[in-house]
């Protein structure tokens, strides 16, 4: 999550980022945006609104991400690196367990 005081975030990149661990709804409906799209992975723009609630923006199918992977400490080029051996191969190469990607602590066992 991106915190900032203004909508375009991008310059000067001040903000505060973190990861944020989506629920179960939440992510079986992106899920299913991806899958109503025919797309095989997606960059989602979202928000919280005040009550804390994920509101969806748009899905980039190849938004900008790895600048992220220096500012919060995801491993987002591992995951980008992984899905990318999985589709060219056909199988599943998960280097750390078969973890969903989006299974609430993923992002922290990947640390």
């Known amino acids: 999550m991106i915190t900032a005081e203004r909508l375009d975030w991008r310059y000067p990149l001040d903000g505060s980022i973190e990861p944020v661990d989506l629920d179960g709804n939440t992510q079986r409906r992106l899920l299913e945006v ?7 992975m997606g960059i989602f723009d ?10 969806w923006f748009e899905v980039n199918p190849q938004g900008q991400f790895l600048f992220l992977e220096g500012l919060c400490g995801m491993p987002l080029t591992h ?33």
């Open 46 to 55: 979202m928000k919280l609104a005040d009550e804390g609630q994920p509101v």
């Open 79 to 111: 995951s980008c690196a992984e899905f990318l051996m999985e589709e060219a191969s056909g199988v599943r190469v998960l280097s750390r367990g078969m973890i969903p990607l989006f299974e609430e602590g993923y992002y922290d066992q990947l640390r």
């Open 34 to 40: 991806l899958d109503a799209l025919q797309l095989r």
